[in-house]
């Protein structure tokens, strides 16, 4: 496949869907051009053409959250890109980790442990942990999370420990409700400890990949 099969629209552009590598989520989509085109694959880093302001412009030229190239596919068409990308942080202007971050309805069928059908625990957890990070930027006033960031990495570490304690607990006690209750207690401080500490949720994905090989 090369660039002349794809079917450009009428005003040289055709859509690009934005994949992340690394964890599969869809990240946003854009318009590219040719020549966008050619510049994403001749620098590495991702480029869009703007219709509102017609001309070509590299994601990440003001927020410095660059899209590193992977690998590029055309669908069955020929019409539309499949992009996927290295990111270098938040996808969206808004901060947020992906552009599709607002569902349309939550009308959706539920199963019996309470998740949606367009839910998975991985996304639970990303969005756990942009909602902290977030904390840790904005620092409301009376947040639980901004105090812990004030308070710095020994008193996040401590509450780690103190967690982990719990859940044992409660499993040499066989009580599976607290189990879940202190596990999830464990893991909302673990996720504090990453962002703290500046490792990505995707960073443990893919070691825990490397190991399972």
Excluded at 42 to 68: A, C, P
Excluded at 97 to 113: G, K, P, R, V
Excluded at 183 to 211: N, Q, W, Y
Aim: proline share 2%; charged share 25%; aromatic share 6%.
């Amino acid at each position: 496949m090369t660039e002349n099969s794809i079917k450009f629209d009428e005003k040289g552009l055709v859509p690009a869907i934005i994949q992340d590598i690394n964890t599969k989520e869809v990240l946003m989509l854009g318009y590219v051009s040719k020549q966008s085109i050619d510049q994403t694959i001749k620098t590495g880093q991702v480029w869009f053409y703007s219709r509102s302001k017609q001309r070509l412009w590299l994601k990440g030229e003001i927020s410095q959250n660059f899209f590193h190239l992977k690998d590029i596919h055309v669908d069955c068409d020929q019409d539309t890109l499949l992009i996927s990308v290295d990111p270098d942080g938040p996808a969206c202007h808004n901060g947020t980790n992906t552009c599709f971050d607002t569902q349309l309805s939550h009308d959706f069928e539920q199963d019996d442990q309470g998740f949606t059908q367009n839910e998975n625990t991985l996304q639970i957890l990303d969005q756990l942990i942009h909602l902290i990070s977030e904390r840790k930027i904005q620092k409301p006033k009376d947040s639980y999370v901004s105090n812990l960031f004030e308070l710095g990495i020994d008193r996040i570490s401590q509450k780690v420990i103190e967690e982990a304690g719990e859940v044992v607990i409660a499993a040499i006690n066989r009580d599976k409700e607290n189990v879940i209750s202190e596990t999830s207690d464990l893991l909302f401080h673990m996720m504090v400890l990453l962002v703290e500490t500046g490792v990505k949720l995707e960073d443990i994905c893919m070691e825990l990949s490397r190991r399972r090989k």
